[in-house]
């Protein structure tokens, strides 16, 4: 399994950011997906998981209504849309695959597949 982020970059408090992930190797909708993050000097952290059709979604508590989380099975990617972004949003963002397609994992060890990270930084 192959998972390729983009999209990070530097970013003004308040503003947005798209991140895409691109997944090979297994039947990408058969997954669920999700985001995770690490920040400097800090353990990596759940953000955000969706299930394999898209329909139902979680969020941690400290970005829920300012991030969103989809997919496009057609092709095979992930999306976090990241509104209203805080400097304690500033870290290395991660997309993973999960384990299986039953369950929306927010415990890191609920995937196995990552990709190689992308950085998001927030500046005053």
């Known amino acids: 399994v192959q998972l390729q982020a983009c999209g990070g970059g530097l970013v003004q408090a308040g503003g947005s950011l798209r991140l895409s992930c691109a997944a090979s190797?297994?039947?990408?909708?058969?997954?669920?997906m999700g985001w995770l993050r690490q920040a400097p000097g800090k353990e990596r952290e759940f953000v955000a998981t969706i299930s394999r059709n898209g329909d139902s979604t979680y969020y941690a508590d400290s970005v829920k209504g300012r991030f969103a989380i989809s997919r496009d099975n057609a092709k095979n990617t992930v999306y976090l849309q990241m509104n209203s972004l805080k400097l304690e949003d500033t870290a290395v963002y991660y997309c993973?695959?999960?384990?299986?397609?039953?369950?929306?994992?927010?415990?890191?060890?609920?995937?196995?597949?990552w990709g190689q990270g992308t950085q998001v930084t927030v500046s005053s």
């Open positions: 993973a695959q999960a384990r299986g397609g039953s369950y929306l994992y927010t415990r890191i060890e609920g995937y196995n597949y």
């Open positions: 190797g297994r039947t990408f909708s058969s997954y669920v």
